[in-house]
């Protein structure tokens, strides 16, 4: 899932960039936060294997703990720069959506690693 993770930064920061470019700032700042969970995952595609003989997880285990730790993150960071949306119905489609986006990423990256 590396190049899937990579995209999605890209991708991520593409839609950034946009909202920037069109005046936008607070919204290209709450759309960072969906870059934690890709970002931890490559993370932990390279020090799991180093982090395996201080813990006592395999491999998988650390990239599936890192994973969930991200989510966490994710979505506590995602509530925080929700602040910086005026409108409650837009903050609130804004924590609904990137919520959703971030747990059902978080699956399919745990499921991807337990599969492996």
């Known amino acids: 899932m590396l190049v899937e993770c990579i ?3 890209m991708v991520i ?3 950034a960039f ?3 470019r069109s005046h936008r700032k ?3 700042i709450t759309t960072l936060p969906l870059l934690v ?3 931890m995952h490559i ?3 390279a020090l799991a294997r180093h982090l395996t003989g201080m813990f006592s997880l395999n491999a998988q285990g650390i990239m599936v703990a890192l994973d969930a730790t991200a989510l966490v993150i994710s979505c506590t960071v995602l509530g925080f720069f929700s602040n910086r949306i005026p409108v409650r119905k837009a903050r609130n489609a804004y924590l609904v959506i990137c919520g959703v986006f971030v747990v059902i990423l978080t699956w399919v990256l745990i499921a991807d690693t337990l599969a492996k």
Do not use: G, N
Request: avoid cysteine; glycine fraction near 0%; aromatic fraction near 12%.
């Open 37 to 39: 969970l890709p970002m």
């Open 18 to 20: 946009i909202f920037l």
């Open 26 to 28: 607070d919204y290209a």
């Open 7 to 9: 995209s999605i930064i």
């Open 13 to 15: 920061l593409m839609v």
């Open 43 to 45: 993370l932990s595609l």
